[in-house]
């Protein structure tokens, strides 16, 4: 027995160094984007104002206090903001082991990393210096630690739920949801099996709720923002099935080995819900309901929002409870028979999750820094750059920042902006270009046709300027369909 108990803790190890080096292969392949560039931006300003700053976006601020106290040690730059990332998806596979082994068994938590490994939309994640790794780490607690309490009653258990519920509130609202039915359903199941715990639970979500209290306001602006100005697409078939295929793929790109990813495990989790809940051959009812309820009713619960306030329901935000799908798998690969064609099953999905994985690391957001290196070398009389959507604006003046350049976005009543531009100090908003421009002075404009967004405001300019020349740079990365359009313009004034 001894000897079995070591075999399994190296081949955690095992999985632990191999996905440290997984995730941090590639790390900073492509540029940051407009998200990471809000991210790093965000982090250079003092605590006290990272939650005022992140109150006029869309999250709640954990990860960003987080990452602040994190770079504040081992400074900031590109790779450091997103090996904040990489950390947070290698804890998940760790409290995935160490305390999934209280769930599952020693077989079954090396099961349930095995999968997590095989997991490429955690993997992906890990390259982004977003949330969404720490998310999934919280969510995980929470799941672990509500079929722990059940099982035990254990007040230590109930503690770390209770923390592991307040780190899931503070730092993605996805999780708020996963967090709020998790422990309703630790609630309803205590109360119908006349568990007297019930009350202990019942006081400890009250306490979470008292401690979210000094957020909630904030939350309500932001709703309130959210239903006037949010850029997920309306919910449909195709954005829902997107929720459940694209935790198999990586940004923007579906490979062909997503589908059998996805088909082997829906197709082992209906094999559960068989064995578990029909054939009643399995003790672990618990376990693969509560796995079901935080991720299908967080879905759920996001498209009833999406219909009654505004679209809210995206393939990204799965990331945060996206762990929760390989429940299902491992509590079938934890069963008896069928050996061989486990051990099949298991390495097809390790196989195909790690090339899927390898290959998102190759993926570029675009060429930020090559445009400006571009603008530089090409147009050195242009020293001002005018933005019309912060899907430029953003990583333009994190790479620009300290060059000869001075940076605007139009935002008229024309625009619509999603992010708190706030966060970038030194970029001026401008309501037309009279505010940034001399007449006859030469400018770029930048746009990404890809998306393009407030096409309004890129005719005003063109309509207000003289072009000069239309330069596109596209990204020198292996997919270079990413392309920007750089503008070069002479202003001839506010013509009405």
């Known amino acids: 027995m001894k000897c079995f108990i070591q075999k399994e803790t190296s081949l955690f190890l095992l999985i632990i160094c191999f996905a440290a080096l997984l995730y941090l292969f590639n790390i900073n392949f492509s540029e940051i984007w ?11 300003h003092p605590f006290s104002q990272i939650c005022s700053l992140v109150a006029g976006d869309f999250h709640p601020p954990l990860y960003f206090l987080g990452l602040k106290l994190f770079t504040s040690v081992v400074g900031l730059n590109d790779f450091t903001i997103r090996l904040f990332s990489v950390i947070g998806a ?40 977003r949330m969404y790794t720490w998310a999934a780490f919280a969510t995980t607690g929470v799941f672990l630690y509500s079929c722990l309490f059940i099982r035990t009653n254990q007040k230590g258990d109930l503690i770390l739920l209770g923390l592991f519920s307040l780190m899931a509130v503070y730092t993605h609202y996805y999780c708020l949801i996963a967090a709020f039915y998790a422990n309703m359903f630790v609630l309803i199941y205590l109360f119908i099996n006349k568990n007297k715990s019930w009350r202990s639970v019942l006081a400890m979500g009250s306490a979470v709720f008292v401690l979210f209290l000094p957020w909630f306001s904030v939350l309500l602006s932001q709703t309130h923002a959210a239903q006037k100005n949010f850029w997920s697409p309306a919910v449909s078939f195709s954005t829902l099935l997107s929720c459940y295929v694209y935790p198999f793929g990586h940004e923007y790109r579906l490979s062909n080995l997503a589908y059998p990813m996805a088909a082997i495990v829906y197709g082992l989790t209906i094999i559960s819900i068989y064995k578990i809940f029909i054939a009643g051959k399995d003790d672990n009812r618990l376990v693969l309901g509560l796995s079901l309820v935080i991720f299908h ?15 809210l329901l995206y393939w990204r935000y799965i990331a945060c409870v996206v762990t929760m799908l390989m429940v299902p ?34 993926f570029s957001f675009g060429p930020y820094k090559q445009s400006l290196d571009y603008l530089q070398k090409t147009r050195p009389d242009v020293k001002k750059i005018v933005h019309v959507t912060e899907i430029t604006a953003g990583p333009f003046y994190e790479y620009g920042k300290d060059g000869p350049w001075s940076q605007y976005c139009l935002k008229n009543a024309n625009a619509v902006w999603y992010t708190n531009m706030a966060v970038f100090d030194g970029f001026q908003a401008i309501k037309n270009l009279d505010e940034a421009l001399e007449k006859d002075e030469i400018f770029c404009m930048v746009k990404f046709p890809l ?27 292996p997919y270079s369909g990413v392309q920007f359009l750089l503008y070069i313009l002479k202003y001839r004034g506010n013509i009405q």
């Open 34 to 44: 407009i998200d990471e560039a809000f991210t790093k931006a965000l982090v250079r």
């Open 90 to 129: 290698l804890s998940t596979l760790i409290i995935g082991y160490i305390v999934g082994q209280r769930v599952f068994g020693k077989y079954g938590a090396l099961c349930y990393c095995y999968l997590l490994l095989a997991l490429p939309m955690l993997a992906c994640y890990s390259h982004d210096a």
């Open 297 to 311: 009713c967080t879905v759920l619960t996001v498209v009833i929002i999406s219909f009654i306030l505004r679209p």
């Open 329 to 362: 798998p491992a509590l079938y690969f934890m069963g008896g028979g069928y050996k061989q064609l486990k051990a099949i099953l298991l390495g097809s999905l390790l196989c195909c999750g790690i090339y899927i994985s390898i290959a998102a690391s190759y």
């Open 451 to 477: 998306t393009p967004l407030n096409e309004k405001n890129c005719d005003l300019i063109l309509s207000q300027s003289q072009t000069l020349a239309v330069d596109t740079v596209a990204d020198n990365k």
